[in-house]
DNA sequence: ATTTTAACTAAACAATTGTTTAGTTATTTA
DNA sequence: TAAATAACTAAACAATTGTTTAGTTAAAAT
C-alpha cells in the first residue's frame, strides 16, 4: 500500500500520559507533546484528532495500566487488609521511577473539577462510585461491623484514598507509609 | 490632583483570589479577571503590574483572611482537640457560600508542583512546615505521647489535612465530617 | 520500474494568550 | 475657570496556543 508508520501509537501514548501526568492538561503544550512523544504535529494529529484527544488516550492508557490492581484488588478476600494492599498498590503506581506525579485521575479531577466537561468528570465520578462500592464489599467480609459502621468506613477510606493520591504529589515513601499504617489503625 | 480610583484594590483582589481558587492559575484568563474583577486590563496592569501579580495579592489576601484560623488555632491549648477543630475550621472556610473549591493554598500545590516557580513552592513548602510544627506542639500537651509516636502522628495529619483540603472540592459536608471524626479516633 | 498511497517535514493558519500604548474623561488644585 | 494629573476606554501589540495545509519522501502493489 504505502509509508509504514515509524511509531507504535500505544509507545507515543505511554509517553504523552507521563507528560499530563505530570503537568496536567492546560499545561502541557503541543510543542511539549510533539518534543516527548518524540513524534511530529502531523503525526499526532492523524493518529489522535486533537490535543484532547491524546489526552482521553492517555487517560484510558493510564486505566489500563492500572487494571491489574484492580483487578487484584476485586478478586482478593482478606477484607481490610486488601484495601490496605490497595493503598500501597496505588502509592507504588504513583511513585514509580521516583517520581511524584501523585494519581493521574485524581489530578485530572482536580484540574477540571470546575471544568465543563460533563462527560470527563462523569468518568472520574463514576470510578470513586466504583471504588467506593469495592470497599464496602471488603469491609462487609469482616462479619462483625454493622451497615451504619460499614458506610461510614467507606466515606473515609474514599476520601483518604483521594487525599493519598494528592499527598504522593508532596511527600516521602516513609512518610506516605505511615500515613497508611495511621489510617488503617482503627478500621 | 487627579482623577479618583473607582475600587478599591482589596475588593477587587478578593474577587480574583475566588476566580483563581475556583479555576487555578492557568485555567483564569484575564479576560475572566476583568469580568469578575468589574475593572478594565488597564487598571489591572497599573494596580498589579500582571496577571501574575493578581495571583500572588490573591494568596497574600488568603493568607491574610485565614489568619485568624491560625491565631485561634495557636492560642488554643487544649491539644489534639484545638487540631480537630483546626480541621472543622478549615473546611468551613474552603465551603463557604457552598462551594466545593478546596483549600487554595493546596490546589495551587498541586498545580505549580512541577513548575519552576521555586519562590512560590518555598512559600507553599514553608506553610506546610509551619503547620507540621503546630501540630507536634499541640500533640505534645497531651503529656503521655513519646516523641515517635508524635512525629508520626504530626505526619499522618499534615497528610491527612492536605488530603482533606483537596477532598473539599468533591464531597459533602457530611462525607468530610465522618472522615474529621474517623481521623481523630485514635489520635 | 512505475504508480499509488500514506506517513513524513515544515510552514502557515486563525484564535487566544498576556501585555502595552494612544487617546479620552473626569477630578483636583491653584 | 484653567491647568495638571491620573484613571478611564478601546484598540493594537507580540507571542503563543492548538490546528491545518502544502509539498516531500518512502514503502507497498501492479
Redesign the interface.
Known amino acids: 500500500m504505502a509509508r509504514k508508520k515509524e511509531y507504535l501509537e500505544a509507545d507515543v501514548i505511554d509517553k504523552a500520559m507521563n507528560l499530563f501526568w505530570?503537568?496536567?492538561y492546560?499545561?502541557t503544550s503541543m510543542k511539549m507533546l510533539e518534543k516527548e512523544m518524540g513524534i511530529n504535529k502531523f503525526s499526532i494529529y492523524s493518529s489522535f484528532g486533537s490535543k484532547y484527544g491524546v489526552f482521553t488516550e492517555s487517560i484510558k492508557s493510564y486505566k489500563e495500566k492500572t487494571h491489574y490492581m484492580f483487578e487484584k484488588f476485586e478478586k482478593a478476600s482478606n477484607g481490610v487488609e486488601d484495601i490496605k494492599q490497595f493503598f500501597y498498590d496505588s502509592v507504588d503506581v504513583c511513585n514509580q521511577n521516583g517520581n511524584?506525579k501523585?494519581c493521574f485521575l485524581?489530578?485530572t479531577?482536580?484540574?477540571f473539577?470546575?471544568?465543563e466537561d460533563e462527560e470527563l468528570k462523569d468518568q472520574l465520578n463514576s470510578f470513586?462510585v466504583h471504588l467506593k462500592k469495592l470497599f464496602i464489599e471488603k469491609l462487609r467480609m469482616d462479619g462483625s461491623k454493622d451497615e451504619d459502621t460499614i458506610l461510614?468506613?467507606a466515606?473515609?477510606l474514599v476520601?483518604?484514598k483521594?487525599?493519598?493520591?494528592?499527598?504522593t504529589?508532596?511527600?516521602n515513601q516513609k512518610?506516605?507509609e505511615?500515613?497508611i499504617e495511621?489510617?488503617f489503625?482503627?478500621i
Open positions: 505530570r503537568n496536567g492546560e499545561n511524584e501523585g485524581t489530578n479531577y482536580n484540574e473539577s470546575e471544568s470513586m461510614k468506613q466515606n473515609f476520601l483518604a483521594h487525599g493519598l493520591a494528592a499527598a504529589r508532596v511527600n512518610e506516605i505511615d500515613y495511621m489510617t489503625k482503627n
